[in-house]
Structures are given as structure tokens and as C-alpha cells.
């Protein structure tokens, strides 16, 4: 039985903060800093982008982005979550949010100039709506869209998240973690590839900043355009 994850960002969009809310409580300043930065350069954001922001939560990094570009389109699955970026970016007139399915994106062709999907496809079912989700941006981006998918779990570091979890976790949010860590995605870089390079897109594995608290156990993917 899959898991109810939109039931959970829904209890989670009630969180006192923003950072609670989106589950970035163990992001520091810095890492915050340092996640912006690595969108903007790796997306190379111009003013006459339009972006769409995947899993976008409540509305952080849309934000942020939205005075650097023409246009932002947050999706989530989550309308509570939804509820609060709306409330978040009230005053910005380039930003626009929508109750939507990454596996089920409904968008007009080649609109897209960039894609962000940060720490998101890990609450994907299976490889196979991982699929889903290039097979639909392969549809709304234009041939040279740069994506930047952020945060993906590393198949090969799951042990090692494992551990730091029981090591480092106090009781009842170990708890938590522990009963949704199988429940996560986890991606095999060569699987990754295979996928990649049969949708003729043209991409880079990178790793994440040391200043990411995730570094020690996700990696980015970053896609260049179509080959």
C-alpha cells in the first residue's frame, strides 16, 4: 500500500514555520544561502524565464526566485501547503500556484524554460512515476530548458542515513524517520542514467555543498536540454 503523502504535507503545512512546514528544520542559515545559490547558478536564471517550481511547498524558494525571472508556477500535491504559499506571496504579481501531480503534469508545450524540483522525487511511489515526471517535462520545456533537481537520495547512502538517524535522532522524531525511510525513493545513479540518456537529455550528476546537511547522503541532478 503506497503511502499517504499528501495527508502528510497537509498535517505538515500547520507547522509554526515555514522551515518546520516544507521539512527543512535541520537547515541552517547557510545551507539556506548556499541551496539558493545552487539554483540560481545551475539554472542560470534570467529575467525572461518562465520557471516552474515542482513541489513547491510553501512558496520558499518560489519567493525568492520570482524577482529574478518573468514568471513562476509552483505545483504541490498538498492544498494546505498550497494555501500557505498563496498566503506567503500574496504582493508578487509574476507568482501563481496549483493543486498538481508531478507524474500528472497538465501545461502547455515547450512553455518552461527552467525547472526546479527540490527534494521531491523521493516521495515518488516508483521508478516508473519517476518516469512519468521526464516523460511529462519532456513535454512542456523547450529543447535547451535547464532542470535542476535537487536533493535525491542516494541508493548507495541509505545505510549511512540509516545509521545517522539512530545515532542522532532524539526518540520520537527518530520514530517518525525510521517508519518513512523505506517509504522513500532511493535512486541508483546508473538506473538514473539509463532513464536519462533514453529520453536524449543531456545531464550531470553533482554533489551537494557541504554546507547542505543532506550532502552526506543525497545528490543533485542537474539536465541541460534535450540532445
Same mark, same amino acid.
Not at 512553455?111 to 515526471?133: G, R
Given at each position: ?25 535541520? !537547515? ?19 529575467? %525572461? ?48 500556484? %496549483? ?15 527552467? !525547472? ?22 519532456? %513535454? ?24 545517522? !538517524? ?62
Amino acid at each position: 500500500m503506497d503511502y499517504n503523502w499528501k495527508k502528510f504535507w497537509n498535517f505538515k503545512a500547520l507547522s509554526n514555520t515555514d522551515f518546520h512546514a516544507t521539512g527543512r528544520s535541520n !537547515v541552517d542559515i547557510f545551507g539556506f544561502f548556499q541551496t539558493f545559490h545552487d539554483i540560481f547558478n545551475y539554472l542560470e536564471l534570467k529575467k %525572461k524565464d518562465n520557471l516552474l517550481d515542482i513541489g513547491c511547498g510553501s512558496g520558499i524558494y518560489s519567493y525568492l526566485i520570482s524577482n529574478f525571472v518573468n514568471s513562476v508556477t509552483g505545483i504541490d500535491i498538498s492544498q494546505k501547503m498550497l494555501n500557505r504559499a498563496k498566503k506567503n506571496t500574496i504582493n508578487l504579481q509574476n507568482v501563481k500556484f %496549483k493543486k498538481m501531480c508531478a507524474s500528472k503534469l497538465i501545461f502547455e508545450d515547450s512553455y518552461f524554460d527552467k !525547472v526546479l524540483i527540490y527534494s521531491v522525487l523521493q516521495y515518488l511511489d516508483s521508478i516508473n512515476s519517476f518516469n512519468k515526471v521526464l516523460e511529462n517535462l519532456n %513535454k512542456i520545456i523547450k529543447s535547451n530548458s535547464k532542470i535542476y533537481i535537487a536533493g535525491m537520495p542516494d541508493l548507495k547512502k541509505k545505510k549511512k542515513y540509516l545509521d545517522y !538517524v539512530k545515532n542522532n535522532f532524539t526518540k520520537d522524531a527518530k520514530k517518525i524517520e525510521l517508519e518513512i525511510l523505506d517509504k522513500y525513493l532511493w535512486f541508483d545513479k546508473k538506473e538514473l542514467g539509463i532513464i536519462l540518456d533514453r529520453m536524449n537529455l543531456k545531464y550531470k550528476f553533482e554533489p551537494l555543498s557541504k554546507n547542505i546537511f543532506q550532502s552526506f547522503y543525497m545528490f543533485d541532478c542537474v539536465i541541460y536540454g534535450k540532445k
